[in-house]
């Protein structure tokens, strides 16, 4: 079965300073794409970063990264330079091909502190 | 302006009372989902529909239904039949029906509280 996990319910940061935070993914389908969110207090979700299965390189937009280790299911985000802003909750969810729907892991609760 | 619209933000209910949430996108994407969170957890898939007329069950659709005669608009109803319908609601839409490559945008959600 297809799952999410993300072991870190919080986790706290030094404004300016890069943190991890951690996903581990469950599928035995070869062709999968894994996507971060994040969701501030206000409730919508906002895309922040994606991986293919078979992309090679690790994915980065502007601050955000995702750290992809493919051998062990692990695709964790890195922010680096933390911005008060960026106090909210993530998501890390996985799509498999053909299925078209996005599983979503528990979340972490990320605080900025200044 | 683009994007997906989700009304009311704010939604009050008493139980036994049928009540349908509104989903209209402007993106000109042919899928829509619907997702539910409780709090303090991820997201879980009610119903999503990849064409105009057809839709399928997601992983909790007991108690809610859909329809999707438009290709903009994917209202949900939550029906009297759900035990615990009390949940934030999100909206989202993809452009491709079975791709992986393609984000899904949310819309900014309903908080429906019934009591």
């Known amino acids: 079965a297809q799952k999410i996990t993300q072991t870190q319910p919080g986790m706290f940061v030094q404004e300016k300073e890069a943190v991890t935070l951690d996903c581990t993914y469950d599928t035995s389908d070869p062709s999968y794409g894994l996507f971060w969110y994040k969701q501030p207090s206000s409730g919508e979700m906002i895309f922040l970063i994606y991986?293919?299965?078979?992309?090679?390189q690790n994915a980065t937009e502007g601050r955000y990264s995702l750290n992809f280790q493919k051998a062990r299911k692990s695709a964790n985000l890195v922010i680096s330079a933390s911005q008060l802003g960026d106090s909210a909750m993530y998501f890390c969810a996985m799509i498999i091909y053909g299925y078209n729907k996005l599983i979503f892991g528990a979340g972490t609760r990320l605080a900025v502190h200044p | 302006d683009g994007g997906i619209t989700q009304s009311p933000k704010y939604l009050f209910r008493k139980e036994g009372q049928n009540v349908t949430l509104s989903c209209e996108q402007n993106l000109n994407h042919d899928a829509m989902y619907w997702y539910r969170q409780d709090p303090g957890q991820g997201l879980r898939l009610i119903y999503y529909?990849?064409?105009?007329?057809?839709?399928q069950k997601g992983d909790i659709a007991e108690g809610y239904s859909v329809s999707r005669e438009k290709k903009e608009s994917f209202p949900l109803t939550v029906t009297s039949a759900q035990k615990n319908p009390t949940a934030f609601y999100l909206c989202?839409?993809?452009?491709?029906?079975?791709?992986?490559?393609?984000?899904?945008?949310f819309g900014p959600g309903t908080r429906l509280t019934v009591t």
């Open positions: 529909s990849q064409i105009v007329n057809d839709f």
């Open positions: 991986q293919g299965s078979y992309d090679q």
């Open positions: 989202a839409s993809s452009p491709a029906q079975d791709s992986i490559t393609y984000e899904q945008y």
